[in-house]
């Protein structure tokens, strides 16, 4: 590409949120990657000013936090929350599998003043972590961090210690156990693994309020997470979405 096209091509990328302004819309870009080796810029996403305030205000606090936030999967984590909360669906926001925060954080700035309440060891993956999953990215991440470089002060750092926030650190379904009389508008299970998964939908479905979610993730990556949710849907009567973000989440609303 010559230098002259390459100015122009610039120039038009500089001025698009500016026009987008005009008409009063937003651009919510996810920033370049530092290993970007011919450092092009990811696409930018032009939603509405005023209608989707709220969700680009959570989406650029995420790319504090992330180099390339998901956009699909923050719009529909955060749209979904404000579905639940505007429609007076109740109970509590529920995430298995907390890692570093960063999708709480999402959720704690989308689900108003419900209680969202956090589940995870913070001590990563147990040892046999890899033994129903597939792909070599994932087994490459866990040999080299085990997902364990994190840690409950960190997480309570990051969410500023939110009245409304609680978090029951240890194995799931035992950390779970002061939960089972509580009911349940919003299911976040990012757990990786076959039977954390599983025990996830085990747990929350039966307290899940008619109306509310459940959003896994990782179904279209992991083949542990997708023996789980197909076990799953063996025994309701829910239809899945399919949400297409990076690693290809999938949701269940529940009808009754």
């Known amino acids: 590409m010559g230098l002259f096209k ?10 698009i949120p500016r026009l987008a302004e005009h008409f009063g819309y937003v651009t919510v870009s996810p920033i370049c990657l530092k290993n970007d080796k011919d450092n092009k810029a990811y696409p930018s996403h032009i939603v509405p000013a005023q ?29 979904r929350s404000k579905y ?3 429609n007076n669906i109740q109970g509590d926001f529920a995430e298995l599998g907390v890692y570093r925060g960063h999708t709480a954080k999402v959720l704690l700035d989308s689900c108003g003043s419900r209680t969202l309440r956090l589940f ?14 597939d792909g070599e990215l994932y087994v490459d991440h866990i040999k080299q961090k085990t997902l364990s470089d994190t840690s409950e002060a960190e997480v309570k750092n990051l969410l500023g210690h939110a009245n409304n926030l609680v978090i029951h ?58 023996k789980a949710v197909n076990e799953f849907r063996k025994l309701s009567y829910e239809h899945p979405i399919l949400i297409p973000d990076s690693t290809g989440s999938i949701m269940f609303v529940k009808s009754f």
């Open 51 to 79: 209608e989707y305030k709220d969700f680009v205000k959570v989406y650029k606090t995420q790319k504090q936090y992330r180099s390339k936030p998901d956009f699909v999967r923050i719009f529909f984590l955060h749209e």
């Open 84 to 86: 639940i909360i505007e």
């Open 120 to 133: 995870d060891t913070f001590q990563g993956h147990p040892d046999n972590a890899c033994a129903d999953q």
């Open 169 to 226: 650190k240890g194995f799931f379904p035992e950390s779970a156990a002061d939960c089972n009389n509580l009911q349940f508008a919003f299911v976040h299970l990012d757990a990786d693994q076959y039977e954390s998964t599983l025990e996830g939908f085990r747990f929350f479905y039966p307290r899940l309020s008619p109306g509310g979610v459940i959003i896994c993730h990782d179904y279209g990556r992991y083949q542990g997470v997708r």
């Open 6 to 15: 390459k100015k122009i091509i610039n120039h038009i990328r500089n001025k």
